[in-house]
Each structure stands twice: as C-alpha cells, then as structure tokens.
C-alpha cells in the first residue's frame, strides 16, 4: 500500500532540502551568436510575471543580452 503525503508534508520536506537560487559562479548562459556557454556580465536578477526568477545580463563573449531562468527563489548575486 502507498501513502500518500499531503501538500503541507510536501512543502515541510522540500523547505528543508534548502534551497535555490544561483551562485555567483554558476552565472552562465547559451549565446545563441557564439554558439556556445558564456559568464554573463553586469547580471541582473529579474522576476517574470509568472513569479520565476532569471538572471539577465550581457555575453562575456559577443556583448549580446543573455537570459537565464533559475527558478522560484530569488537569486543570490
């Protein structure tokens, strides 16, 4: 038999796996121009209307906007 939690247990067990967000040294993204990962420069956190978090900036390699999404918390830059 399978036991189901409940959403309150679900939102207990993931709180505590700790969390989100994007460390200064992960700041990648794809640059389409360059056709390969890049740093982004100068990066920015911004939040969508859908309320998911992403880190805009510029390409380290072609200095075109790159975007990254990183979730539902709030990156820490």
Same mark, same amino acid.
């Given at each position: 038999?399978? #036991?189901?939690?409940?959403? @309150?247990?679900?939102? =207990?067990? #993931? =709180?505590?796996?700790?969390?989100?967000? !994007?460390?200064?040294?992960?700041?990648?993204?794809?640059?389409?121009? =360059?056709?390969?990962?890049?740093? !982004?420069?100068?990066?920015? @956190?911004?939040?969508?209307?859908?309320?998911?978090? =992403?880190?805009?900036?510029?390409?380290?390699?072609?200095?075109?906007?790159?975007?990254?999404?990183?979730?539902?918390?709030?990156?820490?830059?």
């Amino acid at each position: 038999m399978v #036991h189901k939690r409940s959403k @309150a247990q679900n939102r =207990a067990i #993931h =709180a505590k796996k700790g969390g989100g967000g !994007i460390s200064a040294s992960q700041l990648t993204a794809y640059d389409v121009a =360059a056709k390969k990962k890049v740093n !982004i420069l100068k990066p920015m @956190a911004v939040k969508l209307k859908n309320g998911t978090w =992403a880190v805009k900036g510029k390409s380290s390699a072609t200095g075109n906007t790159v975007f990254r999404l990183v979730g539902k918390t709030k990156p820490t830059l």
